[in-house]
């Protein structure tokens, strides 16, 4: 059994882990309260824009726009949204895990021409595909530091750039979507080209009548790009608040976890206690009966 000293040192060591535990899931509480203001409020504006956008391209036949002309993926852009910091217990992980399997399962020809390029914004899986020699493009991850719909646009910008120019035929989207600060859903989607409704939508669409000005090609031309754009805006945020719910309920656990170890480290100090006055009364009762001897 441990002696009194290396228990007591011990049971000091847990409790300063639980107050930092516990101070961290404060943290992430109010954190995460403001993330999840931000993509609620977000999320029915970008739903509504995509529904306008869907039912004004489904009957639109043949658009200029080079977000919807479908390619042969021939070179592929992914991005991984992922956060700067750990102590999330496997939030980063997992949406790594479901890129790494995105490109297995999808663009494992891609990838073995070394055609498949990644977008990494958050500082963990940046680190993670450099490590491994992936063609990684840029350094996103200050966009955290302020995150806005201006500074996300220019990602966005220099992607859309870059699948105007021909560097990508295809750039596919994995990051986690907030549900609540217990479950995150890991969800891939395609960004470009902008993915069509399917044939159901677009019969429910065209019997919708809308009066256009200045024409249904003009509008749908501007609404592309802004779609695009918030698309981006929203994940980033959805993985945000993702982020901080995982965090939130990672140190709410290993709190508790703390708790357990407590109560299993005092009850040890106490037996170690018990057995050690035991053995003293047993020296004493010794050494008196032996005087007396």
């Known amino acids: 059994m441990a002696n009194l000293k290396e228990v007591r040192i011990r049971i000091a060591s847990v409790q300063s882990t639980q ?15 403001r993330a999840t203001n931000a993509i609620v409020q977000l999320r029915p504006y970008a739903t509504k824009l995509k529904e306008i956008l869907g039912n004004l391209s489904a009957s639109l036949e043949g658009s200029s726009s080079p977000y919807i002309q479908k390619r042969v993926p021939n070179k592929v852009l992914i991005i991984v949204v992922s956060s700067n910091r750990g102590l999330a217990g496997a939030f980063n992980m997992n949406v790594i895990k479901a890129a790494n399997n995105l490109i297995a399962e999808k663009y494992s020809e891609q990838y073995a021409n070394g055609h498949v390029s990644i977008v990494a914004i958050g500082k963990k899986s940046q680190d993670f595909y450099e490590k491994r020699n992936y063609k990684v493009i840029g350094n996103n991850n200050e966009v955290y530091t302020a995150l806005t719909f201006e500074n996300v646009t220019k990602i966005t910008d220099a992607i859309m750039a870059g699948f105007e120019k021909g560097e990508f035929d295809k750039v596919e989207l994995v990051y986690n979507k907030f549900k609540n600060a217990a479950v995150q859903i890991l969800t891939t989607e395609q960004l470009l080209p902008l993915p069509k409704n399917d044939e159901q939508e677009k019969v429910k669409a065209s019997h919708i009548d809308f009066i256009l000005e200045p024409s249904k090609e003009s509008i749908v031309e501007q609404l592309i790009p802004k779609s695009i754009k918030i698309q981006l805006y929203k994940a980033v945020l959805d993985s945000h608040a993702s982020e901080h719910g995982a965090r939130m309920t990672s140190m709410d656990k290993a709190t508790e976890n703390a708790g357990d170890l407590l109560k299993a480290l005092k009850l040890s100090y106490n037996q170690a206690r018990q057995a050690a006055i035991t053995t003293e009364l047993t020296e004493i009762v010794s050494g008196a009966a032996a005087l007396n001897g």
């Open 19 to 33: 107050q930092i535990t516990k101070a961290m899931k404060m943290v992430s509480a109010a954190k995460l309260k």
